[in-house]
């Protein structure tokens, strides 16, 4: 298999790539004094790496964030803690991922232009782009999965033994040091390893190599998992166990709803599969039609799910109603909004399996051979979680991307022409935009709440007597406790109270006004990118406690 050599094109197409990826980050301004989403978790973990040079968890997430920590406390030894500081140092992984695959789709034969095309579809994604602007585990999760898979594709195509066992040491450490960050990265190793072997299985240095790595791969996540369980406040869950019927209904529910989801994140790439429509034979394409619409109706009247997975693309923007604040946030994604994207799905999702065949270029098979497993597994892990732990959000998506990408467009390459139409170019720059937009919206209310906290705690309040929503209160929490008490099972109104049991609100940092209650203060306006571009976050106290500091613990409820 011959593979073209990096030329001029390749570097201004992966230069731009990277900038693109910086603009949409920088484009969101990242600029907030507390954290987003559950990146605070992962930010106190480094601001104690840099405090004490030990790893320390706080009992909200399952993940070790190694490699993340260890990043994030040399900075803020370097610069001094801040939440603005931490996003940005996710910038570098989010630019890696996005030369990576570009890389990769050029290996796995794809022309420069829809090489380009395939990176930006994904790293302008509206589920890439605000997990790039925090400090979640996601992007960098990502980066070393693809950098282990480029590792992957580079033994592969070594030319002589001693290259490829460099290739396969390098995988071997990426994924090592990655399944530390995310666990699900030790998959690709030790699902990639076997492979090569076999497909070098005549030169027995590469053999020996993969079969010693393998070992070390099979060692690496026993050894970690061993030490990581050992540590307090480390978050583990066994799950629910289900009766094999109703087990094997709800994993059918969630093979729709990730379906459903990737379906949506790669409508730019499904998109111009509209150009060769009068290419399918009519029975093919009914039958693609039939097949997408049956995928979307299932979730939507079988299983009564909404179209959106969730969790980062909501019909509020970042984050659903009442996930992380108290109040109704304004419906971005409206109805019809809804509506329309569920026919683009189903329309782009027909006449893509409708030109779906035998993969018989040898660059993509090789691709797809390394790739695939991996993903097969990860995929068959999030599945599993799904059911367990009712956790499945649109952000997991991303890692099973490429492998769905790459094979559809090299096929509209190969069998239509030689650039991406302009009708992709259109959906990848509106899912860049809404990316860059919602993210800012989430950012700048976020700014709101803190500047409206802040005055409480300027006039004496202290911050245990205000609830600012899910990052605001874990925060206090944290600084208070020292932990996440998920152990506390206490009903609360507002579902984050039960674990926060150092806090006694008095003043409510909300959305919209809540009934029972009466401003304490003015609201905090601040300018969205997205309608309503007007918005404020208002703060609220109890009518019998206005001016006071006592209250009752959690009172409130959403109108």
């Not at 994030?72 to 803690?81: D, K, M, N, Q, Y």
């Amino acid at each position: 298999m011959e593979v073209e050599r990096p030329g001029r094109k390749d570097r201004l197409y992966g230069a731009l790539c990277a900038l693109l990826v910086i603009a949409s980050v920088l484009g969101s301004v990242p600029i907030l004094a507390m954290g987003i989403n559950d990146d605070w978790s992962y930010a106190w973990t480094a601001r104690e790496f840099a405090r004490t040079g030990h790893l320390a968890y706080n009992g909200w997430v399952g993940a070790m964030v190694a490699v993340q920590a260890v990043w994030g406390g040399l900075l803020i030894r370097l610069f001094g803690f801040s939440f603005t500081l931490l996003r940005l140092s996710t910038l570098p992984f989010a630019v890696g991922c996005a030369l990576f695959l570009y890389a990769l789709g050029r290996r796995a034969g794809l022309q420069p232009a829809f090489a380009l095309f395939g990176p930006l579809a994904v790293a302008l994604s509206p589920v890439f782009i605000p997990m790039a602007a925090s400090f979640m585990t996601d992007v960098p999760g990502f980066f070393f999965w693809l950098a282990a898979l480029y590792c992957a594709v580079r033994a592969w195509d070594s030319g002589s033994a001693t290259g490829a066992c460099a290739w396969l040491a390098a995988m071997a450490l990426l994924g090592a040091a990655g399944g530390t960050e995310r666990q699900v990265v030790w998959a690709v190793p030790l699902t990639v390893l076997p492979t090569i072997a076999w497909a070098r299985r005549k030169e027995r240095a590469v053999v020996a190599a993969a079969t010693l790595l393998f070992a070390a791969s099979v060692a690496v996540p026993g050894l970690s998992l061993r030490w990581f369980q050992a540590q307090t406040n480390t978050a583990a869950g066994a799950g629910e166990n289900w009766p094999w019927l109703e087990f094997a209904w709800y994993e059918l529910e969630s093979v729709l709803q990730v379906a459903v989801s990737c379906l949506i994140l790669t409508l730019p790439v499904l998109a111009i599969s509209l150009r060769r429509a009068g290419l399918h034979p009519a029975r093919k394409l009914a039958l693609g039609l039939l097949l997408s619409a049956g995928i979307v109706a299932a979730q939507l009247w079988l299983f009564g799910d909404p179209l959106l997975l969730g969790n980062i693309i909501e019909p509020t923007g970042f984050l659903g109603q009442g996930v992380e604040a108290l109040g109704r946030k304004p419906e971005i994604l409206t109805a019809p909004v809804r509506m329309f994207l569920g026919l683009a799905v189903v329309a782009g999702g027909g006449f893509t399996f409708a030109s779906l065949g035998r993969i018989s270029d040898p660059l993509q098979r090789r691709f797809l051979l390394i790739a695939a497993p991996p993903t097969a597994l990860y995929t068959a892990a999030i599945l599993s979680r799904a059911v367990s732990d009712w956790l499945l959000f649109d952000r997991y998506m991303l890692l099973l991307l490429p492998v769905l990408i790459f094979p559809l467009l090299w096929r509209y390459q190969r069998n239509v022409r030689g650039a991406p139409p302009r009708l992709g170019w259109a959906l990848l720059a509106a899912f860049a935009l809404y990316g860059v937009a919602s993210t800012h919206d989430y950012l700048a209310a976020g700014r709101a709440k803190v500047r409206a906290a802040s005055a409480l705690t300027g006039a004496g309040v202290p911050r245990t007597r205000i609830t600012a929503g899910l990052e605001y209160d874990a925060w206090t929490e944290l600084e208070h406790s020292g932990r996440i008490r998920k152990d506390n099972a206490a009903p609360d109104e507002y579902w984050f109270w039960k674990y926060t049991p150092s806090l006694r609100p008095a003043y409510f940092v909300a959305y919209s006004r809540l009934e029972g209650m009466v401003d304490a203060a003015a609201p905090a306006r601040y300018t969205a990118w997205l309608p309503p571009f007007r918005r404020q976050i208002v703060t609220l106290t109890p009518p019998s406690r206005r001016g006071s500091e006592a209250g009752p613990r959690r009172k409130g409820a959403v109108n």
